[in-house]
């Protein structure tokens, strides 16, 4: 058999782009869009006792003439059912890059999360510096956005994003600086 003509090892889905980082940002976006969907439905993520309006928060009332209702106790909106469609589809999309790029697939990578030696930089400065302060940027960012959240009862406040969001970028590319310096040093 010709080398054109051997099987695809990627199961029809030519179109998945080969990013690993974007596999890893969608996988992340669509948990977290699931999670808050659910806290949505559940006891409401706007305020203590508001339910989010999806198209009329993320479109800023053009689609919708509230942000946000009194939530009356659990209930399912046409807009809960779009918005866990799109957060399904994120994480569907980033588990295909992750399934193309990574070894082991999506289920290898967030397993890898919570392995001990993924954390151990936090108090071992071997990897690098830029790699344990990534580290702490990460997991800072992680805890004050659940703390805020849990706290406060409000899941989808931009302030705590404005705060989370480079916390959490930040952390994710400074362990990729630190292995760029060592390949430019070799």
Request: net charge negative.
């Amino acid at each position: 058999m010709a080398e054109d003509e051997s099987p695809d090892s990627s199961m029809g889905f030519d179109w998945v782009p080969e990013v690993p980082f974007l596999g890893k940002i969608a996988v992340m976006t669509g948990i977290w869009a699931l999670v808050v969907d659910i806290v949505n439905i559940a006891i409401g993520a706007y305020a203590s006792g508001q339910k989010v309006v999806w198209a009329g928060f993320i479109s800023y009332g053009n689609l919708a003439e509230n942000t946000f209702t009194p939530h009356n106790g659990i209930e399912i909106t046409p807009g809960d059912i779009v918005f866990t469609i799109i957060g399904g589809a994120i994480l569907a999309l980033g588990i295909l890059i992750l399934q193309k790029t990574e070894e082991g697939g999506a289920v290898s990578w967030l397993s890898s999360l919570v392995s001990p030696s993924r954390w151990k930089s936090l108090f071992d400065f071997t990897e690098g510096l830029n790699v344990t302060l990534g580290s702490w940027l990460m997991i800072t960012g992680v805890i004050f956005y659940f703390s805020w959240s849990i706290m406060n009862n409000t899941w989808v406040d931009p302030g705590v994003y404005a705060v989370t969001i480079p916390l959490i970028g930040f952390g994710s590319i400074l362990p990729m600086l630190e292995n760029d310096a060592e390949n430019i040093d070799e």
